[in-house]
């Protein structure tokens, strides 16, 4: 079943245009990955799903309902939770209440305390130091607060803004491998990354951005494969 | 977070504690103020007992605006008056030139053979702006007598430039000493000017209030340090202390604990009522007991209107003359404007007076006109106007006001 | 005139050093509220809302007039202690609903439509400063140059006795009050949902959304809750000085109580309460030692001067954003 | 950061959009002035001389010419008010040094205006005790002790950034307004009479420069203005406007650029300084009196309207500005206790919709500009097929 | 948006990277490099860097980070995001005060000393998000830069001496040589602020040349780029050196990287993990598993 779904959309920053005419579709329990360079405008679609900018033309659906001029704060009620790029913790608040702030657009409380203990089993390390104060956190600490205050919101559809920025190889490797068991427990995950080969590896499908537009798009595997993509993205050359 | 609500509800509990303990206190202070009793008269009611004048001879003769009814002269003469209409000190300039206004218009009632115009230039009362009205109001030829400047500053910004153009004007209440030694032979001054205020007014604390203690506060204005320095002069030995204040200052408390720590018998105040009524206030509430002198600056209804019974201690002495008890002044100038006439309304009325009556003996150039006022020796409705050289009254006469059931009313001549 | 224009008179600031304590606090307390206002705007918008002075002057005719309306005038009012404290509890109410509601129309007239517009700062600060006069000489043409009459609330009595100096009903209330005002606002910020919206927006107001926050909606609470305050401080403004509502009253002490943010951090809540109390308390104590009043703003500014070159963003520093509230 | 740091108040993403997308109809559309503007750069060098000369010619007839309609009498006399509107336009100039090039918000320029109308005053008026000298000689030196004033104010804080040194140059005003209540020597509200003036008499044995004649002041101030515009102009298109300009935009990078901002931050200031001292001692000059009224806050506010009306950065908006300012209470005397209200209400509806002012600026800041530009101008005309500007790279 | 198949397409007409066949007319070189003295051998050391540590707080951004640049080389640092590349960056350009070591200068440490003494004394950099001046235009920008070498004084720019109006001809004539150098002389009176985002990044690098520094810092300049316009700015960068600059590039694009420079410092988690050549840190174990990743990782 079809959860989110983009047509045609096109997001102008005056007369550039940084998304041009997307179509695609994340179904529910799916990861999807979007890979590309530095200003492909990654970022751009993850900022219009969210509703922090508005697409200039296009229209995007989220779970059939046509969410296009939607605010992006009932977006959040709905069901879409971002963590965006550059973590975006709050420096000046402790880890609790970072992750508090997840669930700020809840109506209903009574999950916040399972919330809570669904995301401190996810990362322990933040169990350890739910008091201290978000900025003088380390990168791969604040990554993982980020996630999970995300979490925190009981979205169903999870938006990630490259995770694996500024963090070392084996950070890496165990924030994919709780991504892909946060699919598991069943939410479904769009995921931006240049770390091409994980996120394509982790992904039920994936899309190529250039520019502003897909140029490539199938299956994880499918994109591994294709010697275009390896050659660009994933080959040190 | 869990506790979230609590918290909220924590927050509201506190506040409105917090206004109800406040508000106890509160109550606690009136409680303790009613059984004391401490509300009303003043302390120094009691100490010297000044009857207040209900009624003040106006001279048989005095001269009127209507004149003989015969005066004939040609159309286009016109007063002006040159102030503020405009701006914070806009009532001032209201009260003058509706005295002007009523004496023009009853002037033109009476002789249908010389209607005189009247027209009115805005300065704001700003030194800064004078010289544009003035300049336009000299250069238009029409006019040939001028009642103003009110303030003192924007009259020494613009007195040669009456001068240059021959043209004569009175003000009606700029009372700064140094206006008149300029050495201008146009200016002249319809009122006492402070040196003649600032004696009379040592002279009323501490002779007919006995007061032994006089401490003296004074505003930054031109007329609070001309009258200040007058009256400490004045007061020679009587004096126990001094201290500045600031236009628009309201509040005194630092002024009012020093004044406590001196404990004189009277506080004179050198400054407009704007400062002086707040002033007072601040000190009867603080437990001063002893006396308020202001100037004619702090003379006005204002000044009972904001300090309210605080004001019984206060007396005001001014080189005016008190036009609500000239019958037959105060009823036109009411039926005219549908309002009391202000503080300067009569000197408005009377130098406006004197102009019309030399327009009437068909003094209608500028030198004329200048003439005229120059060697003017009559009586007013408020005073006889009689000028020396400089442009100065020859024999102002400044009054004694207090302060009875709420309203300002005179006692008598204090010095002459 | 004596040529001695400077000098410092140490024995009368002995002498007069409790009661300059105690009616610079009290000062300083009101500043605080007012400051208040100042701080939480440009915690959250980065803006100085140069009109907040008017906000706080609208409040105190709010109270002058609900006051006047229910028989308060210059002498102290007779009525009984249930009485008084049932009006003056409606006076607040009144002035701080006033103060609320022109601070919210400020928002949407003034601020909302350069903020979608993305405009420069100046054009925030010019919009604010024609808004202020806007709105004092809107009160001006109304009310005219002159104070409202004087209201008194009640009399104040004599509490205690420090070294000689009386401290009354008066001073206590208002600091006491306006110090539980400010904590409270300090726990609100801290404590509550919508106070940690205020927060995560002023800290990063993109990510703020992402959580669900709206931030319009906290903007214009944070507008409300300045009003609040600024109301309240109305109330305590015309006990201390009960004819001191005029056109551009505010203005006077909307620029004290600017000072007095800046002095303790702008955007730092705890800066505002810091920065009131010690900018009452050196033009207080300014004034006795170097002889009159006129010397009040004078030293007010120069210690702000030297304290912003000492440490150039204030006593505290940082805003909501970095600082924890 | 200086005032014009960063283009919002904080950044969120929608507004930034927004604002670029508005901003670029903007310019394919042309701003309201853009034709005009477009039109004058067409113009050579000759052309806009000659042009210049017409508008100078009729700046110096507007006394004379009183112009109905335009004029403000009968309630004010018009070579005065034509006068009060050069001073505003030079204070205005001015205030745009510190403001519109470098950025730097000073709500407390009133004050050097101040210290230029004492330094006059107390220089040649019989009041003061002090040493006189001839009233021309008042104009440096006022000059040079506003400068003086500014680098004092400047030094220790100009190192702080936006609105910290707004609130201190507001301070500032306000401590000069104050010592000059309570310093006897500046006679506070009592002020000093007859301020000096040029020498020269009329043939009716009155000076020709007396407080009642504008005119005489009004064609000293505007050549003293021309001569000030030919100099900022000068500094407009040198490194300095660069240098100002580039700590408007950025100071961060303009220092690793290689300009020392500090130093350029600080002569902003005393050159912003001067002028005001100059414009002072022109208007207490013109008036023959002064006193420490109108030196407040609300007038250094004044100013800045004046400044951001015209189109922060822009000289001759700043000319238009101050002159708009001083104009429309002097002209409107019938509405002039609604005067700040319609005032503040103009500010504000002018900001949302015209936040760049009636000019807005575009400096020329090359001295030599016009002839590279040209060059390119031609090249592209020659007809390169890539010379258009392309629509490459991305946005982030 | 889709890219114009001729995006900057005046670079790549420029051909290979040696000046002499650059198609950039004679007198342009001059023009952007005069009395300058072309020496691209790789030569002694232009610049140290001597145990480097920047802490914030209690966070050890940089720690103990050792390394020289020589002159005429270019330098590539590298580093996973967030390794202290621009930290490093910074402390090196003055922006930040390091906690301890020092950076030289030929010889000249450049601890404590004012930014624009530094930029003054050859050390220019680009910024990773643009930091252009918007409201001037690219023309004037670029003379922002050359001003750093100018000697006008207020009084001297007040009366227009001459050797204001000496430096100001120039001053056009350099400047506009350095546009076209980058290949964006046609938008010379455009406002930086409405050129394009791959333009604006050859006008920061234009600027930074402006104020003729001995080392030239770029930070990230691919960032945004597409593999055509990355292929552009690699002959640019190499023209650069041509022209006789030392190029210290900071950049994660490690086709860029490794195509360009002569020599890769890498870091990690604030500390120097690798010094060598490209060829050698692509074939470094350590570098592999910190970084690169295993082999078909990819370079993010």
């Known amino acids: 079943m079809t959860l989110l779904e983009l047509k045609n959309v096109s997001v102008s920053y005056g007369r550039i245009e940084a998304i041009h005419d997307m179509s695609f579709a994340v179904d529910e329990g799916e990861i999807v990955s979007l890979i590309g360079a530095n200003g492909a405008g990654k970022s751009t679609t993850m900022k219009t799903i969210s509703g922090l900018l508005n697409p200039r033309s296009g229209s995007i659906t989220f779970d059939g309902e046509d969410i296009t001029k939607m605010k992006a704060h009932i977006r959040v009620v709905k069901g879409i939770s971002q963590a965006p790029e550059g973590r975006g913790v709050f420096p000046g608040m402790t880890v609790l209440e970072n992750l508090d702030m997840g669930t700020f657009g809840l109506k209903d409380r009574s999950g916040v305390k399972a919330g809570f203990d669904r995301v401190f089993s996810l990362f322990p390390r933040l169990a350890e130091r739910k008091s201290q104060v978000g900025g003088t956190m380390s990168g791969g600490e604040q990554q993982m607060l980020a996630i999970g205050r995300a979490l925190m919101a009981q979205p169903r559809l999870l938006l990630l803004d490259e995770p694996s920025m500024g963090l070392a190889p084996q950070f890496i490797r165990q924030i994919f491998s709780i991504i892909t068991e946060i699919n598991q427990q069943g939410t479904t995950i769009l995921l931006v990354e240049q770390n091409a080969n994980q996120a394509l590896t982790r992904a039920n499908r994936g899309f190529v951005l250039e520019t502003g537009s897909i140029t490539h798009s199938g299956t994880g595997k499918e994109l591994l494969a294709n010697p275009a993509i390896k050659e660009a993205y994933l080959g040190v050359g | 977070m869990e506790g979230r609500n609590i918290n909220m509800q924590f927050n509201r509990t506190m506040v409105s504690l917090a206004v109800v303990a406040v508000l106890g206190l509160a109550v606690t202070g009136c409680a303790n103020q009613a059984s004391t009793g401490g509300s009303g008269t003043s302390a120094t009611g009691s100490k010297v007992n000044l009857p ?153 604390a501490v002779d007919t209030l006995k007061s032994k203690k006089v401490y003296l506060v004074q505003d930054d204005s031109d007329y609070g340090i001309g009258l200040a320095d007058a009256t400490k002069a004045g ?149 006889h106007y009689k000028w020396d050289s400089k442009g100065e009254l020859a024999t102002p006469a400044v009054y004694g006001y207090k302060v009875d059931n709420g309203k300002i009313v005179p006692i008598g001549v204090i010095g002459k | 005139m004596d040529d001695s224009w400077i000098s410092f008179d140490i024995p009368s600031l002995m002498q007069n050093f409790w009661s300059a304590t105690f009616d610079g606090l009290t000062f300083g ?297 | 950061m200086s005032t014009t740091d960063g283009p919002t108040l904080i950044p969120d993403a929608k507004a930034e959009q927004d604002a670029i997308t508005r901003e670029s109809n903007r310019t394919t559309r042309g701003g309201f002035f853009a034709p005009l503007a477009d039109r004058w750069n067409r113009l050579s060098r000759p052309q806009q001389w000659a042009f210049l000369l017409v508008v100078v010619v009729i700046a110096y007839a507007l006394p004379v010419l009183n112009p109905p309609l335009i004029t403000s009498e009968p309630g004010n006399d018009w070579p005065i008010t034509c006068l009060q509107m050069a001073i505003f336009a030079l204070v205005a100039v001015g205030l745009n040094v510190v403001v519109g090039y470098a950025g730097l918000l ?46 004092l104010l400047g030094v220790p804080t100009l190192r702080l950034r936006g609105d910290y040194l707004a609130i201190v140059t507001l301070g500032f005003g306000e401590i000069v307004r104050i010592l000059a209540t309570i310093i006897p020597a500046m006679k506070g509200q009592v002020g000093f009479q007859n301020v000096g003036h040029p020498p020269g008499t009329a043939a009716d044995g009155h000076p020709i420069f007396s407080n009642s004649n504008g005119t005489p002041w009004y064609w000293l101030t505007i050549t003293v203005l021309i001569v000030i515009l030919l100099l900022a102009g000068n500094l407009e298109r040198s490194r300095v406007g660069r240098a100002w300009v580039a700590i408007r935009e950025d100071e961060d990078a303009a220092e690793i650029m290689g300009v020392p901002t500090f130093k350029y931050k600080v002569w902003a200031f005393a050159i912003g300084a001067g002028i005001g001292g100059l414009s002072g001692a022109l208007s207490a000059g013109a008036t023959g009196f002064i006193n420490n009224q ?103 | 948006m889709s890219i114009s198949p001729d995006a900057g397409a005046d670079l790549t ?27 691209v051998g790789v030569g002694d050391n232009i610049m140290e860097v001597k145990n480097l540590t920047v802490k914030f707080g209690g966070l050890v951004a940089l720690d103990d980070v050792s390394f020289n640049i020589k002159r005429g080389e270019i330098l590539g640092l590298i580093g996973p995001n967030g390794a202290g590349k621009t930290t490093c960056f910074n402390a090196m350009t003055g922006v930040y005060k390091p906690t301890s070591g020092q950076v030289l200068l030929e010889g000249e440490s450049l601890g404590g000393r004012q930014q624009h003494k530094i930029t003054r004394l050859g050390l220019a950099r680009t910024f990773q998000n643009i930091r252009l001046f918007g409201e001037m235009t690219a023309l004037e920008n670029v003379v922002v830069g050359l001003d750093a070498r100018h000697g006008t004084s207020v009084l ?102 490794m195509g360009v420079t002569d020599r890769i410092v890498v870091l990690e988690f604030g500390k120097k993990l690798a010094d060598g050549l490209p060829a050698e840190i692509r074939n470094d174990p350590r570098v592999v598993a910190a970084y690169l990743g295993e082999p078909e990782d990819d370079a993010a």
Request: proline fraction near 5%.
């Open chain 2, 52 to 204: 207040a004048v209900t009624s003040i001879s106006t001279p048989a003769d005095a001269v009127l605006p209507a004149g003989d009814g015969k005066a004939k002269c040609a159309s286009g003469l016109t007063l002006a008056y040159i102030g503020a209409e405009t701006g914070a000190n806009a009532q001032l300039g209201i009260n003058i030139f509706n005295g002007v206004q009523l004496a023009i218009d009853q002037h033109n009632k009476a002789n249908a053979g010389c209607q005189v115009g009247f027209k009115k230039f805005d300065t704001e009362g700003d030194p800064t702006k004078a010289t544009g009205p003035v300049t336009q109001a000299v250069n238009e030829a029409d006019i040939v007598g001028v009642v103003g400047l009110p303030f003192s500053g924007e009259s020494k910004a613009t007195g040669n430039i009456f001068e240059d153009k021959g043209l004569v004007h009175i003000t009606p209440s700029a009372t700064n000493p140094t206006l008149t030694q300029n050495g201008w032979t146009t200016f002249f001054r319809g009122l006492g000017n402070d040196s003649v205020q600032g004696p009379a007014a040592a002279k009323f």
């Open chain 4, 294 to 396: 109108k030196f407040d806050v609300q007038t250094s506010i004044l100013f800045l309207a004046a400044v951001v009306l015209g189109g922060s950065g822009n000289k001759v908006g700043a000319i238009l500005g101050g002159a708009v300012v001083a104009y429309l209470p002097l002209r409107f005397t019938a509405i002039a206790d609604y005067k700040y209200l319609i005032f503040g209400v103009v500010l504000v509806v002018l900001m949302i919709f015209r936040a760049k002012g009636l000019l807005p600026a575009r400096q020329r800041l090359l001295a030599y500009g016009k002839v590279a530009y040209a060059r390119v101008a031609a090249r592209s005309r020659a007809g390169s097929p890539t010379a258009a500007t392309k629509t490459e790279g991305t946005a982030k």
């Open chain 4, 106 to 151: 000073d709500l407390g320029y009133v004050a050097f205006f101040a210290v230029g109308s004492y330094t006059a005053a107390m220089f040649t008026s019989p009041d003061s005790p002090y040493l006189h000298i001839p009233y021309l000689w008042t104009l440096p030196v006022a000059m040079a002790v506003a400068m003086f004033f500014g680098v």
């Open chain 5, 156 to 257: 001297g720019a007040l009366l227009r001496v001459p050797r204001h109006r000496r430096e100001e001809r120039t001053a056009i004539e350099r400047g506009m040589a350095l546009l076209e150098f980058v290949g964006i002389a046609e938008n010379a009176a455009v406002l930086s602020r409405n050129l394009s985002y791959g333009h604006q990044r050859r006008l920061e690098i234009a600027r930074a040349l402006a104020t003729d520094p001995k080392v030239l810092c770029l930070d990230e300049p691919a960032a945004g780029f597409n593999p055509a316009e990355k292929e552009e700015l690699m002959t640019l960068i190499r023209a650069i050196r041509s022209d006789g600059y030392t190029v210290l590039l900071i950049e994660h694009d490690m086709k860029l990287v």
């Open chain 2, 235 to 383: 007061l020679g030995n009587d004096l126990v202390g001094s201290d500045k204040v600031i236009t628009g200052q309201k509040d005194f408390s630092a002024v009012v604990s020093k004044i406590m720590n001196a404990k004189p018998d009277a506080v004179y105040y050198a400054g407009y009522y704007a400062e002086g009524a707040p002033f007072d206030q601040q000190l009867v509430a603080k437990g001063f007991k002893g006396a308020f002198i202001g100037p004619d600056g702090a003379k006005d209804d204002q000044f009972i209107k904001q300090a309210g019974n605080a004001s019984s201690n206060a007396y005001f002495t001014c080189p005016c003359i008190p036009g609500e008890l000239i019958p037959s002044f105060e009823t036109a100038y009411k039926s005219a404007f549908n309002l009391e006439p202000g503080t300067y309304s009569i000197e408005g009325y009377d130098v406006a007076t004197v102009l019309l009556s030399g327009i009437d003996k068909g003094k209608t150039t500028r030198p004329a006109l200048l003439g005229y006022v120059k060697s003017y020796d009559a009586d007013g409705l408020s005073k």
């Open chain 5, 13 to 39: 007409s420029h051909g290979p990277t040696e000046l002499a066949e650059l198609d950039i007319a004679p007198e342009v070189a001059e023009g952007a490099a005069p009395e300058r003295e072309i020496s």
């Open chain 3, 29 to 325: 307390a009101i500043y605080g509220l007012v400051a208040l206002g100042y701080t939480l705007v440009y915690g959250v918008l980065n803006l100085i809302n140069f009109a907040h002075s008017e906000v706080f002057i609208i409040g105190c005719y709010g109270v002058v007039f609900t006051l006047t309306s229910l028989g308060f005038g210059p002498n102290v009012p007779t009525l009984g202690p249930l009485a008084i404290i049932g009006d003056l509890l409606l006076a607040l109410i009144v002035g701080m609903i006033a103060s609320a509601v022109t601070a919210l129309a400020l928002e949407r007239v003034a601020y909302r439509p350069l903020r979608k517009r993305n405009a420069p700062r100046l054009a925030f600060l010019i919009t604010a400063i024609g808004a202020s006069f806007a709105i004092q000489y809107g009160i001006f043409l109304v009310r005219g140059a002159s104070p409202e009459p004087a209201v008194t609330m009640f009399q104040p009595t004599p509490i205690f006795d420090v070294f000689g100096t009386i401290v009354d009903s008066q001073q206590i209330i208002i600091v006491i009050a306006a110090i539980i005002l400010m904590v409270a606002t300090d726990q609100f910020i801290r404590r509550s949902r919508t106070g940690r919206g205020i927060r995560a927006v002023a800290q990063d107001p993109d990510t703020a959304t992402l959580m669900g926050v709206d931030r319009e909606r906290i903007i214009m609470t944070t507008f409300v809750i300045g009003g609040l305050l600024a109301g309240a401080g109305a109330l305590f403004y015309v006990m201390k000085v009960p004819s001191g509502v005029f056109y551009a009253g505010g203005f006077v002490l909307g620029i004290k109580a600017f000072a007095a943010a800046v002095l303790g951090g702008i955007g730092n809540v705890r800066g505002a309460l810091l920065g009131g109390l010690l900018l009452g308390l050196i033009g207080n104590y300014g004034q006795i030692l170097l002889g009159n009043s006129q010397w009040t703003d004078v030293v007010a500014f120069v210690v702000l001067v030297l304290v912003l070159l000492l440490k150039p963003t204030g006593i505290l520093g940082t805003s909501m954003g970095r600082a924890r509230a």
